[in-house]
T-cell receptor
């Protein structure tokens, strides 16, 4: 049990809408990362937060945004949804500053987003 | 050329077989190498984490890193039906940089 929970598990949205996905990390996990996993692909890095500040971003447009809260929860927001945004969105957290050997990232089970 | 290449399979083996899973990569700056297992409708679960070149063993699993060839492997001994899953390789430049994943290899172990 990794202690990373995500909600909702499934979501269906229409193109152009906005969506908020939520993640709850273990107490003491200061780093949270979000990844997008399209069907049949490996996860792709969206962004990372450390102590409520964004400290890394992948090749995703600004309509992907996030927040990390002091209670170890975080959000991923996506505006102006496109069909290609359909994917499994994974949240991962660690107690260190990133993904070190002593404090590796642990993933939640993801939110499956379908955009129609 | 993608940064990390991984044969997607599917790979089907009989129970008890030795399984070999592999990834190649193009950027020699990668220093940290991981293998994740992902069951259907679940998130990736960390199996092995190695730094730089060498071997690491954990139970039935052995991870190998050959930085000179830019090649990493995961061996599973005495494979079990419960090992049926998608195996993802991942790597990063440091402990603070994002993970770069392969596509994953889907493995089926047949009883």
């Amino acid at each position: 049990e990794t202690g990373v929970t995500q909600s909702p598990t499934h979501l269906i949205k229409t193109r152009g809408q906005q969506v908020t996905l939520r993640c709850s990390s273990q107490s003491g996990h200061n780093t949270v990362s979000w990844y997008q996993q399209a069907l049949g692909q490996g996860p792709q890095f969206i962004f990372q937060y450390y102590r409520e500040e964004e400290n890394g971003r992948g090749n995703f447009p600004p309509r992907f945004s996030g927040l990390q809260f002091p209670n170890y929860s975080s959000e991923l927001n996506v505006n102006a949804l496109e069909l290609d945004d359909s994917a499994l969105y994974l949240c991962a957290s660690s107690s260190g500053q990133g993904n070190s050997y002593n404090s590796p990232l642990h993933f939640g089970n993801g939110t499956r987003l379908t955009v129609t | 050329q993608k940064e990390v290449e991984q044969d997607p399979g599917p790979l089907s083996v009989p129970e008890g077989a030795i399984v070999s899973l592999n990834c190649t990569y193009s950027n020699s700056a990668f220093q940290y190498f991981m293998w994740y297992r992902q069951y259907s409708r679940k998130g990736p679960e960390l199996l092995m984490y190695t730094y730089s070149s060498g071997n690491k063993e954990d139970g039935r699993f052995t991870a190998q890193v050959d930085k000179s060839s830019k090649y990493i492997s995961l061996f599973i001994r005495d494979s079990q039906p419960s090992d049926s899953a998608t195996y993802l390789c991942a790597m990063s430049f440091s402990g603070n940089t994002p993970l770069v994943f392969g596509k994953g290899t889907r493995l089926s172990v047949i009883a």
